[in-house]
């Protein structure tokens, strides 16, 4: 008996060991999603902030450049033909080469070389006649090599890099004429079709103008429905009714979002395609309900002993209402909006039906301007089949999570700087 | 036109503000005044800006549609159905603004004559209205204002409408999405049966595109069957929630119940960074480490794995989902009343014992509530499954496969340019009202289920 008895505790005790484990391997479980996820982003991405160069050397030759005037001018240098130059300067490279050869040289190096070669010239117009070295953009391909992203030793024909541009990396790099340095215009230079000279500068730009347009839409809205339900709103049917939209409105999919920008902002209101300004609308649409239930909980949250003090000094509603309550709430209210402007920030799918998924290679200045987003650029790059685009996809991730983790930092602060305990 | 109006009337609204306060401390030196000197300003600004505004955003409404009747009344006679009506009201418009570029008949060129002629008087016609409106209004606050009325409730009765109107923002775009939505899919039914949508076992909707002239209604009704993508949506949900319910459900219940204060503080913001992370960048992940991963394990089992697998998609978006599971039951569960517990133990029974038998009974309607809220999410989820899942609408219960759910199937549809009147169009906003149907339907269950279980215990 007295043996059953402990045999039945020690089971006990077992099922309770157990059933902390399975929590402690959910947990763990959980935790080790998070860490494969980073390091795979983190791994792929940080190579993209390193750009790869080919040096070689460019004779500014006048003949070449067919420039006749003695002391040529600006529009000389501008409107010279620097197409043989530039051929030249990359043919140096192996002058045995026949010349029907010569693509395989060319496509070591990104297909604007003759706009790199033009812009040094016209940076430096004393280089005319001289022979100067010269740094080359270096194709995807050639990029990928250095970083060690391709295989080297699997056969040629599987491979992006043929035999002789290896030869002729492995020649330049011993010579150290490959450099790596960081890369800027990953930053500066707007979308393109070649992953070398992608950049996210237009993405960038859309992101921030959609942003400013929602927070435009969606704060003051917001605040000033928050206030009226928590303070102002008698206690009946129709309010109800408002506060359960509001409820509901929050669980919607972001993309009936984008069927709703699509069908009124676009057909209706017939609103430009493609620009942040319908973005930005769309999106507040979404946040609207996020910041209006975290403005009232942050009304909510300030004791009722303030309303009464100025209640009791002879103030209205309104004005108790406006220069205590609402001042009072700010900093919940703000830390929600920056929450709920992150959650936007992070939205792809309505983007995507407004047409901001259009292929823009110029960095927008207005919110009216095409434009697309820091996620709709991941979502566009990652449809393509180049290697060279999951760095940049990988680097793109690292931007816009360092945004997100900003943001929230950001609202922590103020929810935590700003905000009055009451006890 | 219209920006040089607004900015006039908000300036106006300004000026008189700085008029009306200077306005009440002359007054202050006969009368005694009945509100601070700011409300007087207050007073004419709002009797400035509001009933101007209002005018101007009813005409800005109105405007096109009263003038649109008044250019295709010359068409009456010609007995058009309504989309050719629309189609030379477009032309006329284009030839207005001078950027068509078809034939242009005499008639055209009248109308579009016409156009110019109706949208010149309709400006001018506006800018006088607005600018009668800004002088009346002005005059009558002003002459209340010398009267030297009560200022202050004047201004909290408007203000309190200005925030009541703000508060029907919310309701404002339900309404929105309702109609867009309904609009649009009420034209698609008209076109395909909605018994074949709901019911058609063959997605296809790419067959239909004919360029000109109207597709072959026996194609219609055999390519835009749902159900597969009704089907391929609650599959890869089901998968998800494979995924995010035991793992969610254990997190929450050691969190609240067994984990000490530091775990506590640092594993639970942790885990709530997966539902901060946008869902494109899942999407990613799964298109590039997921699914090949899974494919590859597939492959060493002998298997035949798609690269782009449901199983991938709807794994990596349980993962996305943990959060809100674990946090969810974590609140319900920490709301169970203390007494249950002590009670519970005070019988012997060891602390998993307590939370098998006696929390997990009392906080069932809360998880049921969460995990609801959850299958709404990973119904409504998009990117995961556009980048992850494919495209095409299988109809299979194969998680090795690919297969596509409503979402997705939208993207795809929607784009790049698309042609509003085509039915290919259409169904996808027939796709959104079904998706909006069911999300609401799980949302509303799930939020009066939770709220009965908070009032049950507060």
Redesign the interface.
């Known amino acids: 008996m007295n043996s059953f008895k402990k045999n039945l505790l020690k089971k006990?005790?077992n099922?309770?060991r157990?059933?902390?484990w399975?929590?402690?391997?959910?947990?763990g479980?959980?935790?080790t999603?998070?860490a494969v996820?980073m390091f795979?982003?983190f791994s792929?991405g940080y190579s993209a902030f390193q750009k790869t160069w080919i040096v070689t050397e460019v004779h500014y030759d006048k003949e070449l450049l067919l420039i006749d005037a003695e002391s040529p001018s600006k529009d000389d240098l501008e409107n010279a033909d620097y197409y043989d130059v530039a051929y030249k300067a990359m043919t140096s490279l192996d002058p045995g080469l026949p010349e029907e050869e010569d693509r395989q040289l060319i496509q070591m190096v990104s297909y604007k070389y003759e706009t790199e070669v033009k812009d040094l010239l016209l940076k430096n117009p004393d280089f005319l006649g001289k022979i100067v070295p010269i740094k080359l953009t270096a194709s995807d391909d050639v990029d990928q090599v250095h970083k060690g992203n391709y295989p080297r030793d699997i056969p040629e024909e599987n491979r992006r890099v043929n035999d002789y541009q290896l030869q002729i990396y492995d020649m330049l790099n011993e010579r150290g004429d490959i450099l790596s340095e960081f890369n800027i215009s990953f930053f500066t230079s707007p979308d393109s079709r070649e992953a070398e000279l992608a950049g996210i500068a237009s993405s960038f730009m859309g992101t921030v103008f959609s942003i400013l347009v929602c927070l435009a839409f969606s704060f003051?809205?917001?605040v000033?429905?928050a206030?009226?339900?928590e303070e102002?709103?008698p206690k009946n049917k129709f309010t109800d009714?408002?506060e359960?939209?509001?409820?509901?409105?929050a669980?919607?999919?972001?993309?009936?979002?984008?069927?709703?920008g699509?069908?009124?902002l676009l057909?209706v209101f017939n609103l430009p395609r493609s620009t942040p300004l319908v973005g930005g609308i769309t999106l507040s649409?979404m946040t609207?309900?996020t910041i209006?239930i975290a403005a009232r909980a942050s009304l909510k949250a300030v004791p009722p002993s303030i309303r009464e003090a100025a209640l009791a000094m002879g103030a209205?509603?309104?004005q108790t209402t406006m220069h205590h309550t609402v001042p009072l709430s700010m900093p919940g209210t703000l830390s929600g909006t920056i929450i709920g402007l992150?959650q936007a920030?992070?939205?792809?799918?309505p983007l995507?039906?407004i047409?901001m998924?259009a292929f823009v290679n110029t960095i927008p200045g207005t919110p009216v301007d095409p434009a697309a987003s820091l996620?709709?650029q991941?979502?566009i790059w990652?449809e393509s089949a180049e290697r060279g685009f999951?760095e940049k996809?990988s680097a793109c991730?690292m931007v816009?999570?360092a945004f997100?983790i900003l943001m929230?930092l950001a609202a922590q602060i103020v929810r935590h700087k700003f905000e009055k305990k009451w006890s | 036109m219209n920006l040089i109006l607004v900015t006039f009337i908000i300036l106006l609204a300004f000026t008189s503000y700085y008029f009306g306060r200077k306005k009440a401390l002359v007054i202050q030196s006969s009368q005694r005044l009945t509100a601070l000197p700011k409300f007087y300003g207050y007073y004419l600004a709002a009797w400035c800006a509001a009933p101007a505004l209002i005018i101007f955003a009813l005409w800005s409404v109105f405007e096109p549609s009263i003038v649109k009747t008044f250019i295709l009344q010359d068409y009456t006679d010609q007995n058009l159905t309504k989309n050719e009506l629309q189609l030379i009201y477009t032309k006329v418009k284009s030839l207005a603004a001078g950027t068509y570029t078809g034939n242009i008949t005499n008639f055209l060129d009248e109308s579009a004559n016409k156009y110019i002629q109706l949208k010149g008087i309709a400006n001018s016609a506006k800018v006088a209205i607005i600018l009668a409106i800004l002088i009346l209004s002005l005059s009558f606050a002003y002459r209340s204002v010398q009267k030297n009325d009560r200022m202050?409730e004047p201004v909290?009765i408007f203000?309190?409408w200005?925030?009541?109107v703000?508060?029907?923002?919310?309701?404002l775009?339900?309404i929105?999405?309702v109609f867009?939505?309904l609009?649009?899919a009420i034209r698609f039914f008209q076109a395909v049966k909605i018994f074949d949508f709901i019911f058609g076992t063959h997605w296809y909707p790419a067959k239909t595109f004919v360029r000109d002239g109207q597709p072959d209604p026996e194609l219609m009704k055999d390519a835009f069957g749902a159900v597969p993508l009704f089907a391929g949506t609650f599959f890869i949900a089901f998968i998800a929630m494979c995924v995010a319910i035991?793992?969610?459900?254990?997190?929450g219940?050691?969190?609240s119940e067994?984990a000490g204060r530091g775990v506590r503080k640092y594993?639970k913001p942790?885990?709530e960074?997966?539902a901060?992370?946008?869902?494109?960048?899942y999407?990613?992940?799964a298109?590039?480490?997921v699914g090949p991963f899974v494919k590859e394990i597939g492959n060493a089992m002998g298997l035949e794995v798609s690269a782009e697998s449901a199983l991938a998609a709807g794994a990596v978006m349980g993962?996305m989902i943990?959060?809100f599971i674990?946090s969810l039951s974590d609140d319900v569960i920490t709301a169970v009343p203390q007494n249950l517990r002590d009670g519970s133990y005070a019988m012997g029974a060891?602390?998993?014992?307590t939370?098998?038998k006696v929390i997990f009974p009392a906080a069932l309607p809360g998880i049921v509530g969460s995990i609801l809220?959850a299958v709404?999410?990973a119904?409504?989820?998009?990117?995961i499954v556009?980048?992850a899942s494919g495209l095409a609408a299988n109809l299979t219960m194969n998680p090795l496969e690919s297969t596509s759910t409503i979402?997705a199937q939208?993207?795809v549809i929607?784009?790049?340019?698309?042609q509003?009147g085509d039915p290919k169009t259409q169904s996808?906003?027939a796709l959104?009202i079904s998706?909006?149907i069911v999300?609401?339907f799980l949302?509303?269950i799930a939020?009066s289920v939770v709220k009965k279980y908070r009032e049950k215990y507060e």
């Open positions: 006990r005790y099922a309770e157990r059933f902390q399975y929590g402690k391997i959910a947990i479980l959980a935790l999603f998070l996820f795979q982003i792929k003051p809205v917001a000033l429905a206030i009226y339900l102002f709103a009714f408002i359960v939209n509001i409820n509901n409105l669980a919607v999919p972001s993309i009936v979002f984008g069927l709703l699509l069908g009124v057909a649409l609207l309900p209006i209205s509603n309104m992150a920030l992070g939205e792809t799918a995507i039906l047409g998924v996620p709709v991941i979502y990652s999951v996809v991730i816009l999570l997100l929230n | 202050r909290e203000l309190k200005v925030l009541f703000a508060s029907l923002g919310a309701v775009v339900t929105g999405i867009s939505l609009f649009e035991p793992i969610g459900l254990l997190s219940i050691y969190l067994y594993a942790i885990i960074i997966l901060g992370i946008p869902t494109v960048v999407g990613f992940f298109a590039l480490t993962v943990i959060p674990s060891t602390k998993s014992e939370v098998k809220l709404s999410r119904v409504g989820e998009t990117m556009v980048m979402t939208i993207v929607l784009i790049g340019d698309q509003f996808a906003f959104g998706l909006f999300t609401l949302n509303v939020l």
